[in-house]
């Protein structure tokens, strides 16, 4: 079965970028569909955006502006990448996939915090 | 965007049934879709459009829709259903949104 893996530094500074990876095993990258979604301590889920196996990306509109994803078939990763951040970007990070409108599986999360 | 409105909680106890509702403008053109979260842990999906449950999901859970408003019912809730719910849609261009979230304690 598929497992979703995410890496990557834990915190961040203020106005620094912000880089996640997503490794994929026990399946295709092809195919599917990648998104990223993230939950600051006990609030809710927020959609950040989703990624083709092509390389075709959607992004949340507010945060279009600083998003940027991408994908390496090769090596069956996808990729966050924040620009610009600040406090409110501190969540914990999920990668899941889907095939159409839902996330079928899921990430176990990393926590990214952004402070000096 | 669109919004999807949900009830911030329901109590609901043993062996009762739960009902939590999910509003918005988009639902009668777009699937919903339901997210249990337990506390510490990821999110998983227990029903796919609209109605549909993913193979390993029990079957007391259940979804329907009825204009702006979807509803995830849980006949016969147990002690493990206490959790967080979230409804989750898509607009036409390709856009998730997810509901504000609802806390199922069992009582």
């Known amino acids: 079965q598929v497992q979703l893996q995410e890496s990557g530094p834990g915190l961040v500074k203020p106005s620094e970028t912000l880089s996640l990876t997503c490794s994929v095993s026990g399946d295709s990258i092809t195919g599917y569909y990648w998104s990223w979604i993230r939950q600051p301590a006990g609030k809710g889920l927020e959609w950040i955006g989703r990624i083709y196996s092509s390389g075709s990306s959607t992004y949340k509109p507010s945060l279009k502006s600083r998003v940027t994803m991408s994908v390496d078939t090769s090596k069956n990763q996808f990729y966050l990448k924040l620009i610009s951040v600040t406090a409110a970007d501190t969540a914990v990070y999920y990668c899941a996939r889907g095939l159409l409108g839902e996330l079928l599986n899921w990430g176990q999360g990393t926590v990214v915090t952004v402070n000096s | 965007s669109f919004e999807l409105t949900q009830p911030p909680s329901v109590s609901v106890s043993p062996g009762q049934t739960a009902k939590i509702t999910c509003s918005g403008d988009?639902?009668?053109?777009?699937?919903a879709y339901w997210y249990q979260q337990k506390p510490g842990q990821a999110p998983v999906l227990v029903i796919l459009k609209d109605s549909e449950r993913p193979s390993g999901i029990p079957e007391r859970f259940s979804g329907s829709s009825s204009g702006t408003t979807v509803t995830l019912t849980i006949s016969g809730v147990q002690a493990e259903d206490e959790a967080d719910y979230y409804c989750q849609s898509a607009d036409s261009s390709g856009i998730f949104v997810f509901g504000t979230g609802t806390k199922v304690t069992v009582l």
């Open positions: 988009a639902l009668p053109k777009q699937y």
